[in-house]
C-alpha cells in the first residue's frame, strides 16, 4: 500500500495525531496520550498531492509530525499551526517496508533482521484459525462433548425463535437456522472435536468436514487448514503478524497448537497457523506402515541452506539415526528463538509490522541447544510435559467452586469470596502470552461457572507452565548470548 501511495502522488504530509487505546498508547515521557475522537482506533491528518504532469519533482516528498498529549492540547495545536509552520520531519521511504514514520536503527540490525528466515517463507501452507462468526451458537460455552450434543439437539428439536434466544445470536442472509436445520441432522460423534479456543483453553465444536465450509460461511471454516490436525498427529505454530496490537509491551504473539485453532486465540485475533505437516485429503492414501501420508510442511530452500549450515541430514520423520534433523527439531528450534528475550527487544521494531523472521542457526551446538529448549516450551504449553504435574500451587478451601470475580491478593488467587488457588507467584499472574494474561483470563471466561476437579488441576498446570516459560526464556537467553560471543571473538 505504501509502496503504491508513493508512486501514486507527489507529496505526502503524515500528521499523526496518535490516541490508540487498542495499541495502550502513552506519550514518550510517559504521561497520558488521549484520542482526539471517542473511538479507540488512533488517528492521524493525511494530504496525499498530485501535481501537474509536467512537475519538475522526481522523487515523491513524504513530511512527517506526530503529536501526543491530551485531547485539549491536541486540538490547541491544531488551531493554531498552518501546515507551513508545523516543523515537518522528511522521510526517506525504502525497500521492503516504505515506512510512513521515522525509523532509526542501531548498526546493520535492519539487514540482520532480513538475513533471517521469514516464517511466511519457510511454511508453505498457512492462515488464518476458524472463524465460527457464531461463536455462541457453535464453540463459545462448549466445555465438554455434552454441551455440544445439547446443542445439537436444540437445533432439531427448538423452534428457530427459541434458539436465536437460547445461544444469543441474529440470523443473517448468509446463515438463517431453517436453512441450516439439515446440516446438523443425523450427527456423527466423530465430528465433535476439540479446539484451541484461547492459550491453555480448548472448546468443543461440531466439526463435520464435509459439511463444515456450509456451516461455518465465507471460507471461515479454514477447513483445507484445519483438516491437517484432523487427519493425524500435527503440531504447529500460531503466531500473530502485526506486534503493535500488543501495545507498547515486548512482542509476544506466538503460542502453540496440535489441533484446530480458533482466529482469536490471540487478543485482537489474527493468528495465523503454521502447521509442520500437510496431509492428503483423502487419508486413505497411506504408506507401507498403514499411516497416512504426510508431507513436511517446510521450504526445502530454506530447510537444505539449515542443513548446510548445522552439517546435518534433513529427514521428514524423526529418526534415531545420528547425522539427521526432522520437522519437529525446526519447529522447536524456531519456538526457542522467537521467545527469546533478547531477540524480541532487538527487533521489536519490525515485529510490530510483519512476521518474524528466524535468524538462521551459526552451528551445529547451538541448533541443538535450542532445539532442547524449544523442544521443552512447545511440551510445557501443550500440557504434555510432565513438569506441569509437579504443582507449585493449592487449592485449599472447601467451597461451591463457582467462579465469581478472580483477584490477586497476598499471593493467592481468589475466585471467589472464599476460594483460591494458594502460592501462586505474581509472575505467573502476570504473564502475557498473545496479548492476553492467561492466568486471569481462564478464570474470566469461566465467570459464573463451576470449576470441576479436572478444571482445578488443569488451572494449577497453567501456573506451572507460565512460571516454566519464563525460566525456559532465561535459558534460551544464555544459549544466543554464548553464541553471539562466539560469533564475535571469532
Not at 532509526?104 to 508453505?124: K, P, V
Not at 483453553?201 to 487448514?225: A, E
Request: hydrophobic share 35%; with cysteine; glycine share 6%.
Amino acid at each position: 500500500m505504501r509502496k503504491s501511495l508513493l508512486s501514486t502522488f507527489d507529496k505526502i504530509y503524515i500528521y499523526d495525531l496518535h490516541g490508540s487505546a487498542k495499541r495502550k498508547e502513552t506519550a514518550p515521557d510517559g504521561s497520558k496520550d488521549e484520542n482526539v475522537f471517542d473511538i479507540q482506533q488512533g488517528v492521524s491528518i493525511c494530504f496525499f498531492i498530485k501535481t501537474k504532469s509536467n512537475s519538475t519533482l522526481k522523487e515523491p516528498e513524504v513530511l512527517f509530525h506526530e503529536q501526543f498529549g491530551k485531547r485539549n492540547f491536541k486540538y490547541e495545536q491544531l488551531v493554531n499551526e498552518k501546515i507551513n509552520t508545523i516543523p515537518w520531519t522528511v522521510l526517506n521511504p525504502s525497500e521492503p517496508h516504505y515506512f510512513f514514520v521515522p525509523k532509526t536503527y542501531e548498526g546493520n540490525i535492519e539487514s540482520e533482521f532480513e538475513r533471517g528466515f521469514s516464517l511466511s517463507e519457510m511454511f508453505i501452507q498457512t492462515g488464518n484459525g476458524i472463524k465460527f462468526r457464531k461463536d455462541n451458537l457453535l464453540v463459545k460455552d462448549f466445555f465438554s462433548t455434552d454441551d455440544v450434543k445439547t446443542m445439537l439437539s436444540d437445533i432439531n428439536e427448538l423452534a428457530s425463535v427459541d434458539i436465536y434466544k437460547k445461544y444469543n445470536f441474529k440470523e443473517t442472509p448468509d446463515w438463517k437456522v431453517d436453512e441450516k436445520k439439515a446440516l446438523f441432522e443425523n450427527y456423527d460423534p466423530n465430528d465433535i472435536i476439540k479446539v484451541s479456543y484461547r492459550q491453555f483453553d480448548s472448546r468443543f465444536t461440531y466439526y463435520p468436514l464435509s459439511k463444515i465450509n456450509q456451516i461455518i460461511v465465507r471460507g471461515d471454516s479454514r477447513r483445507g487448514l484445519m483438516k491437517n490436525y484432523l487427519h493425524g498427529d500435527n503440531v504447529g505454530l500460531v503466531v500473530g503478524r502485526q506486534g503493535q496490537v500488543v501495545g507498547n509491551m515486548q512482542w509476544n504473539l506466538i503460542f502453540i497448537s496440535n489441533m484446530p485453532t480458533d482466529m482469536n486465540i490471540f487478543y485482537r485475533g489474527g493468528g495465523i497457523n503454521f502447521p509442520l505437516y500437510v496431509y492428503p485429503e483423502n487419508i486413505d492414501q497411506t504408506t507401507i506402515g498403514l499411516y497416512p501420508k504426510r508431507q513436511p510442511n517446510l521450504s526445502n530452500k530454506i530447510v537444505l541452506q539449515i542443513a548446510n549450515t548445522i552439517g546435518l541430514k534433513f529427514t521428514p520423520e524423526k529418526e534415531v539415526t545420528s547425522g539427521t534433523f526432522a520437522p519437529i527439531d525446526i519447529l522447536d528450534y524456531i519456538y526457542a528463538v522467537l521467545h527469546s528475550p533478547s531477540y524480541r527487544e532487538k527487533y521489536k521494531e519490525f515485529l510490530k509490522i510483519d512476521f518474524p523472521r528466524v535468524p538462521y542457526p551459526t552451528n551445529t551446538e547451538e541448533f541443538w541447544s535450542l532445539v532442547e529448549l524449544g523442544g521443552k516450551l512447545r511440551q510445557t504449553h501443550l500440557l504434555e510435559s510432565a513438569d506441569v504435574e509437579n504443582y507449585i500451587t493449592s487449592y485449599p478451601e472447601n467451597g461451591n467452586n463457582v467462579v465469581d470475580k478472580p483477584k490477586y491478593e497476598n499471593g493467592n488467587v481468589y475466585i471467589n469470596d472464599t476460594q483460591y488457588f494458594a502460592d501462586v507467584p505474581q509472575t505467573a499472574w502476570e504473564f502475557y502470552i498473545g496479548g492476553y494474561q492467561p492466568a486471569q483470563k481462564w478464570l474470566k471466561d469461566r465467570k459464573g461457572r463451576e470449576l470441576s476437579f479436572e478444571d482445578i488441576l488443569h488451572y494449577q498446570k497453567i501456573i506451572v507452565a507460565l512460571t516454566e516459560t519464563g525460566r525456559l526464556m532465561k535459558e534460551i537467553d544464555e544459549v544466543l548470548l554464548v553464541s553471539t560471543t562466539q560469533e564475535t571473538t571469532t
